[in-house]
């Protein structure tokens, strides 16, 4: 099957997310994937240095991952999640919980990274409700904040395009100015009052938000001050989690760490979809009750996929082989010596790094933004040089697969320092 031939089919019934169709080309068609790499139907080859929407961690078509995912499907592909349980759900639990802090002690399942967010928070308002504290209602979040495109996780949102259209729809969050800021935004949260359930964040690294980058000491004095007040700290670790900031999570960098943890993407080493919300004990106890309407009013079909569960065990066995780290460890290091080329470049500003992840602007005398005008521009040319390459605006950044070769990385390096040439 040619490019042209399902491009052209995919055209005629497919809506795409994020896609404005009017002024986008039509989808590029892939057949296969190994590695850092992904392959059209006419053969091209694209380095993915996004890992397909920051899910993927191994590196696509492993055959590890689908070899356990098989396996599991020979013996048990789907069950209800109510009343029953399963081994790989069991143990894929137990073996998350030992690489957290102490004080998470349960485990709740779910399908996406925006649904881990929503239960988070019905678990953070819900703690008060069972306790009959009607006061606690509203939620703390970020400036520049992206939890996701539900409607509660849109709430949790800045104010934006993403959710511009339900504006009005959505329930009260106060945003604190940007932890880039620190001192303005410790000034915020200290003036908190006990209306406020929960404290939502990205920690170290704002995704959409234009891979905005904050110190970890601002973090702890803010969970630190929300724990003198009662409010709860939910971590958003959907990103940043399983190793992409060069530890197993970015609460590793923390004294102080968080009451709920959201996990997603690379949870299954980009296998399958899954969501996981973790707690602590106190949460999980307030929630048992004689009375059936103090438990947890949520639940999705494919809760606790045996199937996702399974290449969630399986990335986690990769994840604790020393070579895995070895991998993170080399990207960084080649990310540093790249950045160290660009230092006073004068159309790449702000490069920074934490751990894999790589970011940078691209100077255009404008206000930086998701909806810049120059990202069209981005993209297509590195589609063009054979990289998957998703600008956030103006905002270029690399979040490959660990497995990515140091080739592929010098590669995607000198096609940054093209294109910023080109506009000198």
């Known amino acids: 099957m040619s490019n042209q031939n399902l491009a052209s089919r995919d055209a005629a019934v497919i809506w795409h997310p994020f896609t ?7 989808s590029i068609p892939i057949a296969s994937g190994k590695g850092a790499h992904l392959f059209d139907t006419d053969g091209k080859k694209y380095i993915d240095a996004i890992s397909s929407w920051w899910v993927n961690t191994h590196g696509h078509g492993h055959p590890y991952l689908a070899e356990k995912i098989y396996e599991q499907a020979l013996q048990l592909e789907q069950v209800i999640f109510a009343g029953f349980t399963h081994e790989p759900a069991v143990q894929l639990s137990e073996r998350l ?55 509660g996780a849109m ?42 359930a929960a404290f939502i964040f990205e920690p170290l690294i704002q995704g959409a938000g234009g891979m905005k980058m904050y110190e970890a000491s601002t973090l702890d004095t803010l969970i630190q001050i929300a724990r003198e007040k009662g409010i709860l700290c939910i971590a958003d670790e959907i990103m940043t989690g399983f190793g ?16 709920i943890v959201c996990f997603s993407k690379g949870l299954t080493g980009g296998m399958m979809a899954m969501g996981l919300t973790l707690c602590s004990e106190q949460i999980f106890q307030s929630f048992l009750s004689d009375d059936r309407r103090k ?3 949520h639940s999705h079909s494919f809760t606790a996929n045996p199937l996702a569960c399974a290449a969630a ?50 100077e255009t005398g404008e206000a930086d933004g998701y909806l810049h005008s120059i990202r069209d521009d981005i993209y297509q040319y590195f589609l063009k040089e054979g990289i998957l390459m998703r600008p956030l605006g103006n905002t270029i950044y ?21 294109f910023a040439q080109g506009l000198i």
């Open 20 to 26: 404005q169709h009017q002024i986008e080309p039509i």
């Open 97 to 151: 919980l030992a690489h957290l802090p102490a004080n998470f002690e349960r485990v709740f399942f779910s399908d996406n990274g925006s649904t881990a967010v929503e239960v988070a928070i019905k678990m953070a308002l819900q703690f008060y409700h069972n306790q009959e504290n009607t006061k606690r209602r509203k939620i703390l979040a970020f400036q520049d904040a992206y939890h996701g495109d539900t409607f």
């Open 155 to 196: 709430s949790l949102g800045a104010p934006s395009s993403f959710n511009a259209p339900f504006q009005d729809m959505l329930f009260e969050v106060e945003f604190l100015p940007s932890p880039q800021d620190a001192k303005a935004c410790i000034a915020a949260m200290s003036a908190a009052d006990e209306s406020y």
């Open 244 to 259: 992409r900031t060069g530890k197993w999570f970015a609460m590793d960098y923390l004294a102080q760490k968080p009451d």
């Open 295 to 297: 438990m947890m009013f």
């Open 313 to 362: 065990n399986a990335s986690l066995d990769l994840m604790e082989k020393e070579e895995t780290w070895e991998s993170i460890a080399r990207v960084e290091t080649r990310h540093r010596e790249f950045a160290a080329k660009l230092a006073d470049h004068s159309v790449l500003k702000n490069v920074r790094i934490h751990g894999t992840i790589l970011a940078m602007e691209v």
């Open 398 to 418: 690399i979040l490959a697969p660990y497995c990515i070769e140091d080739e592929d990385l010098a590669y995607i390096y000198g096609k940054i320092t093209a």
